[in-house]
């Protein structure tokens, strides 16, 4: 089992920047383990952001934020992040961690069946 607490969530004004952390715990090794983020706007479905694969070394975005987010991981410390930076209102989501074992991260999408779930952080961007 793998636990996933995500924070750093919060309102910002549009062209803010804000840092979403994802803490992993449980019995088993973190490095093994594809993560990614996701989001679910109010109203929709929701939609693949961000992954990165068990290394680190490979990193895959959605269009919508290529260029203004960037995901990372510190295997190290069990913890995977989201830096967002020029936040439209259009970002405005719950942010859910997620994690894949034995993945590479590519190829995912809104309904990817993923091993584990965080419950969520809520970002608002305001005009």
């Known amino acids: 089992q793998v636990q996933l607490v995500e924070s750093g969530g919060g309102l910002v004004q549009a062209g803010g920047s804000l840092r979403l952390s994802c803490d992993a715990s449980?019995?088993?090794?973190?490095?093994?383990?594809?993560m990614g983020w996701f989001r679910r706007a109010p109203g929709k479905e929701r939609e693949f952001v961000a992954a990165i694969s068990m290394s680190g070394g490979r990193t895959y975005y959605a269009d919508s934020v290529k260029g203004r987010f960037t995901i990372s991981r510190d295997n190290a410390k069990n913890a995977v992040y989201l830096q967002m930076n020029s936040l439209k209102p259009e970002d405005t989501a719950v942010y859910y961690c997620?994690?894949?074992?034995?993945?590479?991260?590519?190829?995912?999408?809104?309904?990817?069946?993923?091993?584990?779930w965080g419950k969520g952080t809520l970002v608002t961007v305001s005009y």
């Open positions: 997620a994690a894949d074992e034995w993945s590479d991260g590519s190829g995912w999408y809104g309904d990817y069946d993923m091993d584990y």
């Open positions: 449980g019995r088993t090794t973190f490095g093994n383990f594809a």
